[in-house]
């Protein structure tokens, strides 16, 4: 499957982006989805997984009730609304797909996008 992520940008502290992520092909539905971000000098970090019918959601503790993830199989899409941004949550966003569940481990997903860059300015 291939992925590409959208909708990074910059944004002052308090607001809002949404990210998006579109997956190619027709096995949309067999993946789990996760977004995971980056920062230079530091490792890829988890924050957000839905699982294949988007009836479980999984958050980073730091997002939890600001990001919001959600898909819809129709459209092979994967979202990431993220309100009440802070500076700290500037980084490369990126998302993720396996296709078996129950990790937030950045090197047990199989398929990347290309990440979309999220700046928050103080």
């Known amino acids: 499957v291939q992925l590409q992520a959208s909708g990074g940008g910059l944004v002052q502290a308090g607001g809002s982006l949404r990210l998006s992520c579109v997956a190619s092909?027709?096995?949309?539905?067999?993946?789990?989805m996760a977004w995971f971000r980056q920062v230079p000098g530091k490792e890829r970090e988890f924050v957000a997984t839905?699982?294949?019918?988007?009836?479980?959601?999984y958050y980073l503790d730091s997002v939890k009730g600001r990001f919001t993830i959600s898909r819809d199989n129709a459209k092979n899409t994967v979202l990431l609304q993220m309100n009440s941004l802070r500076p700290e949550d500037t980084a490369v966003y990126y998302c993720?797909?396996?296709?078996?569940?129950?990790?937030?481990?950045?090197?047990?997903?199989?398929?990347w996008g290309q990440g979309t860059q999220v700046t928050v300015s103080s």
């Open positions: 092909g027709r096995t949309f539905s067999t993946y789990d």
């Open positions: 993720a797909a396996r296709p078996r569940s129950g990790t937030i481990r950045s090197e047990e997903y199989d398929y």
């Open positions: 839905v699982r294949k019918s988007g009836g479980y959601t």
